[in-house]
């Protein structure tokens, strides 16, 4: 596999990343070339996938490679050099849409299953289980996360910094969260020795002494960190209710925050208990007829009301749900123009997107009336719901950072081999009857064990010791090239952390480092970390993996505006490199701007750090001096697009994504002409930034001119090449130029 692989794979996504793929991308092959550097593309999309999962079906012209798997087995290997873009995450509502769409281009996909019956419906069911949620990067992370803001993307922040809500001492913003039988105080965690090795089993014994295996053939080595825990439904029920109650109360609006699409399992349930206890009055009045007309609370609201809207008695079940949603508290908005709420998609309210925001607009979210308002954010589960409790508090105190001055957190994050949360979904359960959850492993040790009742969601989740151990060194090479705070995000407290902590003090020893790092549960951590940048310094966050995705969100939302232009390296165990591009948590909504105006304001300075250091590895990995020339390059390129304000602005007539693309090109090939390593490549781009600054009026006239029309891709999920191409390159005299 390694001796055909292209030097650098490019991953194909979805949604705003992948459209600005069919500009950028391009241009990298043509530049890349003339290094002798091959780049290839995989297709990891959500509709890729879909057709991957699905070819026995497909015509010949319409199959695909499963191109996941393949990465996944190239991630393993010294050769692999990927630039992974953010991918879907898909809830089930995006994997419905997406399946209708492909079913609409002539594609043989079958339903969605979401109440499987048949065998043929639960195999059905068991391929599309394995593409929704966090599908991908759990089979591509074979190695820790090291992210961090490039230095041209903090100084070029500080420079123009970005517009900040006032924050207020007496805001009514708050985080609410529960105090008992969530995931965080139920937890079990224990670390497995030589004699607890192999193989494990998860069971159900239900109150009659019926045994229920609901997962088998769980393999574990030793060292492997192993927790459990579940969430009690009524307790989740009787929190909603009593918060649903407290946003009224207070005159605030009513919000909760999920990662319903990567706990793809556990949070759209939390999410149906949420839309089922702020419509109790209608649940209790219609439930049988609501269910038999397949309403699925976990859904979300708008797909409720589809349903309900083809009921008989649906015109007086859908006025009595508006009676209730007027009577309730007001609801936190997706979309107050388009009337779309917090309730209504589970994959619209994002908690690692939506928090952040939330608090760089000083507490305020939008309400139905499109007014900010303070807001009550409900974070169901008290794992981490601290660090964002403890920012609001801290800016209550203090008033709002300020991004001109804000020195910056790093992260170094434990997610290789899909340690902790992010690989639980396959041991995720929702709980059939009342009964006892336990963990057995093959020499007949009970692990953990827990009592539960119908409707609890009890999950397992396992790091193993090699992860744990290069997430700790990657700590320290890190720290010793920033010397700087390092903190080690761990709650003693808490079973599973106590368990790392065991793995972390003896090694910081070991190494004669541990006075270079401190331990603090999250809330001390982000008190600290947030007083460290106000002084300008620098923290590093070394953190588990759900932690280490909310964290890198938090922090460059605060210093940079957005987490999309962060620097995202993944050192892989086995010696490969990926270079992750940032985040697409508001890529929707610039898809939609460009259906409708022919502007995209997606900016891809993520993909622009990332081909730099992707470059440089492979100078590194095969010895390719001219990669190197070429990464040394796209930084000063990415510095000019920044210096002379080239980013994607946000209304139509304005620079937009291909802009930047234009601009970025003109700065790669004046550097590479400009430099006097390899006269080889100067002599190459000489005349490409010759003709590039003298067409320079030319192109960018081309590419306005674009703009303020309607674009048609041809599909949201599964685009048209050909269409996406013609929108994304409008300008004939640059594709003329770069070729």
């Known amino acids: ?114 109440d499987p019956q048949t065998a043929e419906d639960k195999t059905v069911r068991a391929r599309f289980d394995a593409i929704k949620g966090s599908a991908v990067n759990p089979v591509l992370r074979e190695g820790n996360s090291d992210r961090r803001a490039a230095i041209a993307v903090k100084n070029y922040a500080k420079a123009n910094p970005h517009s900040m809500g006032k924050w207020s001492a007496d805001s009514k913003t708050c985080v609410s969260t529960m105090t008992s039988d969530d995931f965080r105080s139920n937890e079990t965690s224990v670390t497995l020795t030589d004699a607890q090795a192999g193989l494990a089993r998860i069971e159900h014994v239900s109150a009659d002494g019926t045994v229920t295996v609901l997962k088998d053939k769980l393999s574990y080595p030793a060292g492997t960190v192993v927790d459990a825990t579940f969430m009690s439904a009524s307790a989740l029920d009787t929190f909603l209710a009593e918060q649903i109650d407290a946003s009224k109360r207070n005159g605030v609006l009513f ?48 797909a ?150 119908a409707g609890d969601i009890w999950r397992a989740a396992s790091t193993r010791k090699a992860a744990i151990e290069d997430w ?108 992750e591009t940032g985040a697409g948590g508001s890529a929707p909504k610039h898809v939609q701007q460009l259906v409708e105006e022919n502007h995209l304001r997606w900016d891809s300075l993520g993909e622009f750090c990332a081909l730099g250091e992707s470059l440089k590895f492979l100078a590194d990995a095969k010895g390719n001096e001219k990669a190197r020339v070429l990464g040394n390059a796209v930084d000063v390129a990415t510095q000019g697009v920044l210096d002379h304000n080239h980013s994607p602005q946000y209304n139509v007539g304005q620079k937009d994504n291909r802009d930047s693309h234009f601009y970025f090109a003109l700065y790669w090939a004046r550097a590479l002409a400009e430099q006097t390593v390899d006269a080889e490549l100067a002599a190459h781009f000489a005349p490409i930034a010759q003709a590039l600054t003298d067409k320079e009026a030319v192109i960018v006239s081309e590419l306005g001119a674009a703009q303020g029309t309607l674009a048609d891709l041809g599909g949201y999920y599964h685009t048209d090449d050909a269409k996406v191409a013609a929108v994304m390159r409008p300008s004939a005299t640059f594709a003329e130029i770069i070729g």
């Open 1 to 114: 596999m390694a001796n055909s692989t292209p030097d650098i794979i490019y991953t194909k996504v979805d949604e705003a990343p992948q459209i600005a793929s069919a500009s950028l991308l391009p241009i990298i092959r043509a530049f890349a070339s003339a290094a002798g550097v091959s780049v290839g593309v995989k297709d990891i999309s959500l509709a890729g996938r879909i057709i991957a999962a699905f070819s026995d079906r497909l015509t010949l012209a319409q199959k695909q490679p499963d191109d996941l798997a393949e990465l996944g087995e190239l991630v393993k290997t010294p050769d692999a050099n990927v630039i992974k873009l953010p991918n879907i995450s898909a809830s089930v509502p995006q994997l419905i849409a997406a399946v209708k769409e492909l079913q609409s281009q002539g594609y043989d996909i079958p339903e969605y299953p979401e």
């Open 255 to 302: 919000s909760i925050h999920l990662k319903a699409t990567m706990m793809k399992v556990s949070d759209p349930i939390i999410f149906g208990h949420a839309v089922r206890q702020f419509l109790k009055p209608v649940f209790d009045a219609h439930g049988p007829a609501l269910a038999a007309a397949g309403v699925d609370a976990n859904s979300g609201l708008g």
């Open 304 to 453: 409720m009301l589809e349903r309900v809207a083809e009921m008989p008695a649906g015109k007086a079940i859908a006025e009595q749900i508006h009676a209730v949603i007027a009577d309730r508290a007001p609801m936190y908005m997706v979309n107050s123009d388009r009337g779309i709420s917090n309730l209504h998609v589970p994959s619209d309210v994002i908690i690692d997107a939506s928090i952040p925001a939330l608090i760089r607009a000083g507490g305020k979210g939008y309400g139905p009336d499109g007014k900010a308002a303070d807001t009550n954010c409900v974070i169901p589960d008290s794992s981490y719901a601290a660090v964002y409790d403890e920012t609001i508090r801290y800016f209550k105190e203090t008033g709002a950072l300020d991004p001109s001055t804000a020195g910056t957190v790093q992260n170094v994050g434990l997610m290789a081999q899909k340690a902790e949360e992010y690989g639980s979904h396959p041991t995720t359960f929702l709980i059939p009857a009342d009964g006892t959850v336990r963990m057995v492993l093959e020499n007949g040790d009970l692990v953990h064990q827990h009592n539960v009742q």
């Open 472 to 579: 700790v060194n990657l700590a320290i090479s890190r720290q010793k090239a920033e010397n700087c705070q390092a903190i080690f995000w761990l709650d003693e407290t808490r079973a599973h952390d106590a368990q790392l902590i065991a793995y972390v003090k003896p090694m910081l020893a070991a190494a004669g480092v541990a006075d270079k790092f401190q331990i603090l549960a999250p809330r001390e951590a982000t008190r600290l970390s947030l007083e460290t940048i106000r002084k300008g310094e620098t923290s590093i966050a070394v953190s588990g993996n759900v932690l280490r995705d909310y964290l890198t969100d938090l922090f460059p939302i605060l210093e940079l505006g957005t987490s999309a232009k962060m620097l995202s390296i993944v050192k892989l165990m086995n010696g490969g490199g990926m270079f």
